[in-house]
């Protein structure tokens, strides 16, 4: 673990803002993301600043950094409020990722409460659509979203992992996604006038914030009902939903989380990459960590090298099938590149880290067998062919 003081910009220049980075010395990461926490570090009102061992650079702020203030900053969330991962268990008949990919929905196609009022996946909302926000509704998105049909494999902590009802061999469903358009639409509004400066009014901010999370645990239900419906299963209740951009009032001041979990007595998903393991963590970090932990391996690449290195190494058909056997789907070949699993850090390390530094304790990991990213035009017109031949279509 590696601890930085810095000054903070900040009206008794004898305060120190305390910068931590629960990483070892052989994890990789970034001079750029360690100066991105300094500058955080600089803020008025800044206190501490944690960074998890999947911390990279973002824009403006670091992701994989949870930072307590007494000063409310918006940019430190981001645009995406309320991005999270959720994990759904799914009983499933039959196992063929090749047959379970093709029979994926469309989760670029937004859910209209009138064109498509009798699908069933409306069963997962229990209540109105917060902040009545309609654009996106069951879509996945893009960038690391991603939703996936994945199997538990090694169970490290039988105690924990009966709580949660998971035993090896078990099927879940695991769902990455954020409030499609209301957070950016929630930040936009505070920087076209403000800037990265803070939220002049804290309490109206926090009910807009408040909102968008409860719109991204709306929508990751909405997509594990559509996809538990399009593979024949019916969708059950969430065991894990942490979300890892928000804001948390705690302790008298604001904690900030851009890219990572609460980690304080909580269970996450801390995703791997398509190409690997994830791990499933009870957390129980302290306020030296602000109570929080990963979020998931944490990218090593920009996004234009991994597209670059990857063209220069990979075919698009290489990366549709990773090397633990699952499959991908992605029709758009940039995202392909762009996401590969070796864009990523070894989740290993991340978790090990976390481990080393006491923060969380590893219940179990899940193999990915099917990746939905993006729909793949050709596949899905393969299966309803299939489908139509045969006179019977798909949920």
């Given at each position: 673990?590696?601890?930085?003081?810095?000054?903070?910009?900040?009206?008794?220049?004898?305060?120190?803002?305390?910068?931590?980075?629960?990483?070892?010395?052989?994890?990789?990461?970034?001079?750029?993301?360690?100066?991105?926490?300094?500058?955080?570090?600089?803020?008025?009102?800044?206190?501490?600043?944690a960074?998890?061992?999947?911390?990279?650079?973002?824009?403006?702020?670091?992701?994989?950094?949870?930072?307590?203030?007494?000063?409310?900053?918006?940019?430190?969330?981001?645009?995406?409020?309320?991005?999270?991962?959720?994990?759904?268990?799914?009983?499933?008949?039959?196992?063929?990722?090749?047959?379970?990919?093709?029979?994926?929905?469309?989760?670029?196609?937004?859910?209209?409460?009138?064109?498509?009022?009798?699908?069933?996946?409306?069963?997962?909302?229990?209540?109105?659509?917060?902040?009545?926000?309609?654009?996106?509704?069951?879509?996945?998105?893009?960038?690391n979203?991603?939703?996936?049909?994945?199997?538990v494999?090694?169970?490290?902590?039988?105690?924990?992992a009966?709580?949660?009802?998971?035993?090896?061999?078990?099927?879940?469903?695991?769902?990455?996604?954020?409030?499609?358009?209301?957070?950016?639409?929630?930040?936009?509004?505070?920087?076209?006038?403000?800037?990265?400066?803070?939220?002049?009014?804290?309490?109206?901010?926090?009910?807009?914030?408040?909102?968008?999370?409860?719109?991204?645990?709306?929508?990751?239900?909405l997509?594990?009902?559509?996809?538990?419906?399009?593979?024949?299963?019916?969708?059950?209740?969430?065991?894990?939903?942490?979300?890892?951009?928000?804001?948390?009032?705690?302790?008298?001041?604001?904690?900030?989380?851009?890219?990572?979990?609460?980690?304080?007595?909580?269970?996450?998903?801390?995703?791997?990459?398509?190409?690997?393991?994830?791990?499933?963590?009870?957390?129980?970090?302290?306020?030296?960590?602000?109570?929080s932990?990963?979020?998931?391996?944490?990218?090593?690449?920009?996004?234009?090298?991994a597209?670059?290195?990857?063209?220069?190494?990979?075919?698009?058909?290489?990366?549709?099938?990773?090397?633990?056997?699952?499959?991908?789907?992605?029709?758009?070949?940039?995202?392909?590149?762009?996401?590969?699993?070796?864009?990523?850090?070894?989740?290993?390390?991340?978790?090990?880290?976390?481990?080393?530094?006491?923060?969380?304790?590893?219940?179990?990991?899940?193999?990915?067998?099917?990746?939905?990213?993006?729909?793949?035009?050709?596949?899905?017109?393969?299966?309803?062919?299939?489908?139509?031949?045969?006179?019977r279509?798909?949920?």
């Amino acid at each position: 673990m590696s601890q930085h003081h810095f000054p903070r910009e900040a009206s008794s220049p004898s305060t120190l803002a305390t910068v931590t980075v629960f990483a070892s010395p052989t994890s990789w990461i970034e001079s750029a993301a360690l100066d991105q926490c300094r500058q955080v570090a600089a803020l008025d009102g800044m206190v501490h600043v944690a960074g998890m061992p999947d911390l990279h650079p973002g824009k403006g702020a670091p992701i994989g950094a949870a930072m307590t203030s007494t000063v409310l900053y918006p940019f430190l969330v981001g645009s995406d409020i309320g991005c999270g991962i959720a994990v759904f268990p799914i009983r499933l008949r039959r196992v063929v990722p090749e047959r379970l990919a093709a029979r994926f929905p469309d989760l670029d196609r937004a859910l209209d409460p009138h064109r498509d009022a009798d699908d069933p996946a409306w069963s997962a909302l229990t209540d109105d659509v917060p902040a009545g926000h309609l654009d996106g509704l069951g879509t996945v998105g893009r960038g690391n979203h991603f939703v996936e049909l994945a199997r538990v494999d090694t169970v490290f902590a039988p105690e924990h992992a009966h709580r949660l009802g998971l035993a090896t061999g078990d099927l879940v469903l695991v769902v990455h996604s954020g409030s499609r358009g209301l957070g950016e639409r929630i930040l936009r509004t505070h920087t076209e006038t403000h800037g990265a400066g803070p939220a002049p009014d804290p309490a109206a901010y926090l009910a807009r914030h408040d909102e968008a999370v409860r719109w991204g645990s709306l929508n990751r239900r909405l997509l594990a009902a559509r996809v538990a419906y399009a593979l024949g299963a019916e969708p059950t209740e969430p065991i894990v939903d942490q979300c890892h951009n928000l804001v948390e009032v705690r302790d008298g001041g604001y904690l900030h989380r851009k890219g990572a979990a609460p980690g304080d007595g909580r269970d996450v998903l801390v995703a791997g990459t398509r190409g690997t393991a994830s791990y499933l963590v009870a957390a129980h970090a302290g306020a030296d960590a602000n109570h929080s932990v990963a979020h998931g391996a944490g990218r090593k690449m920009s996004r234009a090298d991994a597209l670059r290195r990857g063209r220069a190494k990979h075919t698009v058909e290489e990366l549709r099938r990773t090397p633990v056997g699952s499959l991908v789907v992605c029709g758009d070949r940039q995202l392909l590149f762009e996401e590969a699993p070796t864009a990523y850090k070894r989740i290993e390390q991340v978790i090990g880290d976390l481990v080393a530094h006491r923060l969380a304790t590893p219940v179990a990991t899940t193999i990915p067998l099917v990746t939905y990213k993006t729909p793949d035009v050709g596949t899905a017109t393969r299966s309803d062919r299939r489908d139509q031949r045969r006179g019977r279509g798909r949920s």
